[in-house]
């Protein structure tokens, strides 16, 4: 759905991959935020430092391009910061943010307003340690990830009761 996907076993943002690539992986302690080809993550979030969150997802990968930047008047997030995931952080109270490699794929807009609404759901909520529950996460993609609208308002009431119906 999106840059999300699952790649051994846990669900992660971005495309691992690509030469140098940055991925932000969902854990069940957190987010790690990962460089290929090393080991240690680059950074580590826990769910419990986290106030908000909400991801940013370039439709195509020149739209994350720093040119993008200056050709951009949709009010979408394009740039250098259309991949990624930010929020703000407790203790201390900050913003935080951590951009991904996008996959060459292109992603679907559908798929794009429906990730973004579920980090804003999952915010709204205080839940966004569910981000971190592989199988409730697998629920919650296989839900929503045939949706294909442009029409936004639709596809955020479709999570809304996607979330509601898996318990949050």
């Given at each position: 759905?999106?840059?999300?996907?699952?790649?051994?076993?846990?669900?992660?943002?971005?495309?691992?991959?690509?030469?140098?690539?940055?991925?932000?992986?969902?854990?069940?302690?957190?987010?790690?935020?990962?460089?290929?080809?090393?080991?240690?993550?680059?950074?580590?979030?826990?769910?419990g430092q986290c106030v908000n969150l909400g991801v940013r997802a370039a439709y195509r990968s020149w739209h994350a391009s720093p040119a993008a930047a200056v050709a951009n008047q949709s009010g979408h997030y394009w740039g250098?910061?259309?991949?990624?995931?930010?929020?703000?952080?407790?203790?201390?109270?900050?913003?935080?943010?951590?951009?991904?490699?996008?996959?060459?794929?292109?992603?679907?807009?559908?798929?794009?307003?429906?990730?973004?609404?579920?980090?804003?759901?999952?915010?709204?909520?205080?839940?966004?340690?569910?981000?971190?529950?592989?199988?409730?996460?697998?629920?919650?993609?296989?839900?929503?990830?045939?949706?294909?609208?442009?029409?936004?308002?639709?596809?955020?009431?479709?999570?809304?009761?996607?979330?509601?119906?898996?318990?949050?």
């Open positions: 759905m999106g840059p999300l996907e699952v790649v051994g076993g846990l669900w992660v943002i971005g495309d691992p991959t690509r030469k140098s690539g940055l991925s932000i992986a969902l854990t069940p302690e957190g987010l790690e935020h990962r460089r290929r080809g090393e080991a240690a993550p680059l950074v580590t979030v826990e769910w250098r910061d259309g991949c990624s995931l930010q929020g703000n952080l407790r203790r201390p109270y900050e913003h935080w943010s951590a951009r991904y490699t996008h996959h060459e794929r292109r992603y679907g807009v559908g798929h794009v307003i429906v990730l973004e609404a579920l980090f804003d759901q999952l915010s709204d909520a205080k839940a966004l340690d569910r981000l971190g529950d592989p199988q409730w996460l697998g629920s919650a993609v296989t839900a929503l990830s045939s949706y294909t609208s442009w029409y936004a308002p639709k596809g955020k009431r479709l999570v809304k009761a996607t979330v509601r119906t898996l318990g949050v």
